[in-house]
């Protein structure tokens, strides 16, 4: 939860694609108060059912795709840089490179 306050939103609506896993009520309501709208579906035990859509949540299947093919990326996936700015950038190149496959 502490990372949704690194990335604030932009000037747009934007969505914040979350496991279910993450569908509680605080992530929801600090989602919420950032300025993000979730799109999670409720565990299947909750008693409050909320709405959400769902075509947006199947995108997040993309994403899970998108890091798997960067964990490909041994450097990346073992994190082998010392200073956080080279593996950003690192990350950044791989991130360039899948795109482009």
């Not at 939103?9 to 979350?18: D, E, F, S």
């Not at 496991?19 to 309501?29: E, L, N, T, V």
Request: charged content about 35%; glycine content about 4%.
């Amino acid at each position: 939860m502490r990372l949704l306050h690194f990335t604030p939103p932009g000037k747009q609506k934007q969505y914040l694609l979350i496991d279910r896993a993450y569908s509680g009520k605080k992530m929801r309501i600090a989602a919420v108060e950032l300025g993000y709208t979730p799109v999670v579906p409720p565990k299947r035990n909750y008693k409050e059912k909320w709405e959400y859509d769902e075509e947006r949540y199947k995108q997040r299947n993309e994403i899970e795709r998108f890091f798997r093919r960067l964990k490909r990326f041994r450097r990346i996936f073992t994190r082998y840089d010392k200073l956080d700015i080279v593996f950003a950038g690192f990350i950044l190149l791989a991130m360039i490179i899948v795109s482009l496959v």
